[in-house]
Every structure is written in structure tokens, then in C-alpha cells.
């Protein structure tokens, strides 16, 4: 089956600071990638979506500048979330969807623990 | 607006079978699906309903209505490593994925 990694799978970093979280396809070609934010418990709320080479679509009130999403291939997109604060501490978790692939069919990744001090 | 309902939580006995509800009001439907999430990791695929009917696969059985809005998932001979959440997503007409809240799932011996 499809197989999506994320890096890190955890990360501590220091308020103010900025982090970057990897996205990774690795056995397909991912041509929509979404990435989703989860509080403890709570459900997935969906932040944006990319497609390769644009600008990726945000929901509203997620700040764009300071979530900045990159899907620069086919298999890789990135997210950054900058200047982070301690509210920013969360569960992040991409999906990726490939070329072709119906509709509905999204592969999620394993996910990244943002704790920001 | 777009909201999905399902219980917070349900508590089973191991070997029993439980059932978790799924109701949905949506703008656009293009299919349902039940994800499994244990704490601290992302969800996997159980099962994904387009047309009204049961499903069944293995223990997990997934149950749909359109014309009522409703869902349910089916876990049969309940093992202790099915103590997960069950998130229920519905996909609207954009395509997007609606998330429930989930059901956290506790089994007992």
C-alpha cells in the first residue's frame, strides 16, 4: 500500500523559534497533500491544502504566514510553522492523495508532536 | 453549517461486539468513512461507505444510510487492542474531509 513519512516524529523547540515539518510520499506521487492539526482530544481539523507547484488553499483562520506550506514535488511538501508559540503545540499530520487516485482515497502520515516551551 | 455527531465515549467487554454511531449533516456527500486512531499516532483506513448498505470486513462491519444521515461501525469478538479512537469523516460535495470528534473506545477484560 501507500506509504507517507513525516519528520521529525517529535520536536521541541523554544517559543519565537521556527520548525519545519517534512511530508513525504515515498512509494507514489503525491499531487494533493493536506495537512491536518489534532488537540488533545479533539478531531482532525484540516489546515490546508496543497497541490503540487501552487500556492496551497488555507481554511479559514488558519494564518498563512505563519503556517507556511511548500509542495515543491511531487513527493514532498513541507510545513513551517513560524515564530511558534506554546498555543502552537499540537499534533500534525499530513495526507497525501495520488495522481489519479479516486477522490476519497488519502493516506495519512504518522504524524509530528510539536511542544513548543 | 457541517457537523458530525458520534459518542464520546463507549466502554465494551473483550469477545463482545460494540456498535458506534455516526450521524452526519453535510453540504454534499461523496462517501463515509471510519478511521482508527490510537493515542499519540495518526489514523488508518477501516472502511469507506458510498452507497447505503453494510460492508463487512473481517471483525469490522460499516453500516450506511444516506437518506438518514447515519452511520454505524460494527466491531465483533472485541480484542484489547481494539482500545483506539473511531473517527467518522464524511466527504462533502468540495471533496473535503468533515471530521468527527470521535469515539474513544475502552475494552475490559
Known amino acids: 500500500g501507500a506509504v507517507v513519512s513525516q519528520h521529525p516524529s517529535r520536536v521541541i523547540c523554544k517559543s519565537g523559534t521556527s520548525v519545519k515539518i517534512e511530508c513525504r510520499s515515498l512509494?507514489?506521487?503525491?499531487?494533493?497533500m493536506f495537512w491536518y492539526r489534532q488537540f488533545p482530544k479533539q478531531s482532525l481539523m484540516l489546515m490546508a491544502t496543497?497541490?503540487?507547484?501552487?500556492?496551497?488553499?488555507?481554511e479559514q483562520g488558519v494564518e498563512k504566514d505563519k503556517f507556511l506550506i511548500n509542495h515543491a514535488s511531487l513527493t514532498l511538501s513541507t510545513l513551517t510553522v513560524t515564530s511558534a508559540h506554546p498555543e502552537d503545540s499540537s499534533f500534525y499530520i499530513c495526507?497525501?492523495?495520488?495522481?489519479?487516485?479516486?477522490?476519497?482515497?488519502?493516506?495519512f502520515g504518522p504524524g509530528t508532536r510539536l511542544t513548543v516551551t | 453549517g457541517q457537523n458530525i455527531d458520534q459518542p464520546t465515549e463507549m466502554t465494551a467487554t473483550e469477545g463482545a461486539i460494540v456498535q458506534i454511531n455516526c450521524t452526519y449533516q453535510?453540504?454534499?456527500?461523496?462517501?463515509l468513512f471510519w478511521y482508527q486512531q490510537h493515542a499519540g499516532e495518526a489514523p488508518t483506513f477501516l472502511s469507506y461507505?458510498?452507497l447505503d448498505g453494510l460492508e463487512e470486513k473481517g471483525r469490522f462491519s460499516s453500516f450506511l444510510s444516506r437518506s438518514k444521515g447515519y452511520s454505524y461501525l460494527l466491531l465483533k469478538e472485541l480484542q484489547m487492542k481494539d482500545s483506539a479512537s473511531y473517527l467518522c469523516?464524511?466527504?462533502?460535495?468540495?471533496?473535503?474531509?468533515?471530521w468527527g470528534a470521535g469515539t474513544k473506545l475502552i475494552i475490559k477484560p
Open positions: 495526507s497525501a492523495r495520488g495522481q489519479g487516485a479516486p477522490d476519497y482515497e488519502q493516506y
Open positions: 512509494d507514489f506521487q503525491a499531487t494533493t
Open positions: 496543497s497541490n503540487e507547484g501552487s500556492k496551497a488553499t488555507y
Open positions: 453535510t453540504s454534499g456527500f461523496n462517501g
Open positions: 461507505n458510498v
Open positions: 469523516a464524511v466527504l462533502d460535495s468540495n471533496y473535503q474531509l468533515i
